[in-house]
């Protein structure tokens, strides 16, 4: 009987491992998918960050790396599998649920297709990924003080000048960047 690895659950998004940490070469860290739970209490925190469960097994563990070094953590990962899908079909005038197998593509696939086109590390070289931190927070804020009423105060003026000044910062593309930007797929590539 041949070997078998137990890599446990697939954690793409960091949820069976305490949450989000990483999200975007950590552009988005924990709480920042985060949903309010006022309204539904009781939910485990992976779904308090925003950050969705899979229930397959992993079959591999990757890591995301790009032709400029960069890697991101080892992630154990599910691949084709079996999932249950349902129909129904009309027999003898009644309709009756049909359960079908249909083969589907695994995380590992999915993000190797889909979620890996560019290292968010050459996107946002330098400083680039503090300045888009820094607007970020500055829109929620802008945000903030919009549905507070506040739009036209001395506050939201001055929100507003900040968010231009780093808009600006950034249209000056690698100047202020402190490095070069490109687009720079990543592979996922095995590790043990």
């Known amino acids: 009987m041949p070997a078998t690895l137990l890599y446990g659950r697939c954690n793409p ?3 069976e491992t305490g949450g989000p940490r990483h999200v975007m070469g950590g552009l988005h860290g924990p709480d920042s998918a985060r949903v309010d739970t006022a309204d539904m209490p009781g939910l485990p925190e992976a779904v308090v960050q925003g950050e969705w469960t899979c229930p397959q097994p992993a ?3 990757v890591r995301m ?3 400029c070094g960069h890697q991101g953590d080892p992630m154990a990962l599910c691949s084709w599998h079996d999932e249950v899908q349902w129909h129904g079909e009309m027999v003898a005038g009644t309709v009756r649920r049909v359960r079908t197998l249909v083969r589907v593509m695994g995380h590992y696939e999915m993000i190797g297709a889909r979620q890996s086109g560019a290292c968010i590390r050459c ?7 503090e300045t888009y931190k820094a607007l970020f927070r500055h829109q929620q804020e802008l945000a903030l003080l919009n549905d507070t009423g506040q739009w036209h105060s001395p506050r939201a003026a001055f929100k507003r000048q900040v968010i231009e000044d780093l808009v600006r910062s ?3 593309g690698q ?3 402190g490095g070069p930007i490109h687009r720079c797929p990543m592979t996922l590539v095995p590790v043990s």
């Open 123 to 129: 996107l946002y070289p330098g400083q680039y990924a």
């Open 59 to 61: 079959e591999v563990r």
């Open 13 to 15: 998004y960091g949820a």
């Open 65 to 67: 790396t790009c032709r």
């Open 175 to 177: 100047e202020s960047a």
């Open 170 to 172: 950034f249209d000056l």
